[in-house]
């Protein structure tokens, strides 16, 4: 009985979720609506640094100036590769990126350019 009543209240429920008045489209729309194009930063940001340590194209920047401060690590396999060639430790940089910053210790983030001071 138990069973029979808890798929009666299942059943019920999805048909009720089925009934909605669907999605909330414009289709007058020019482009993209921000729900179509989701976790896309139209922005950069520039923060300048120390270079700590470089393992790779990985390099860990102390920022002092910026939207973050601190020490954070810039991927930088993008960047270009002449200029990376002659990246030093103790140099003071100014990097480009998209202004995303990973939630984690140190805070990581994927440069699109970087360049000496």
């Given at each position: ?24 489209i414009n289709p007058d729309a020019?482009?993209p609506t921000n729900r179509e ?55 003071t940089i100014e990097v480009v ?21």
């Open positions: 009985m138990k069973k029979g009543i808890f798929i009666l209240v299942l059943s019920s429920l999805l048909w009720i979720g089925a009934c909605g008045k669907g999605a909330d020019e482009g194009t989701p976790n896309q930063p139209a922005v950069t940001e520039t923060v300048s640094g120390i270079v700590e340590t470089i393992v790779g194209t990985d390099v860990t920047v102390d920022v002092t100036e910026g939207v973050v401060t601190g020490r954070v690590v810039f991927h930088m396999a993008n960047v270009d590769g002449d200029a990376f060639k002659n990246l030093k430790e103790g140099d990126f998209n202004g995303v910053v990973t939630d984690s210790i140190p805070p990581q983030a994927t440069a699109s350019d970087f360049s000496k001071k």
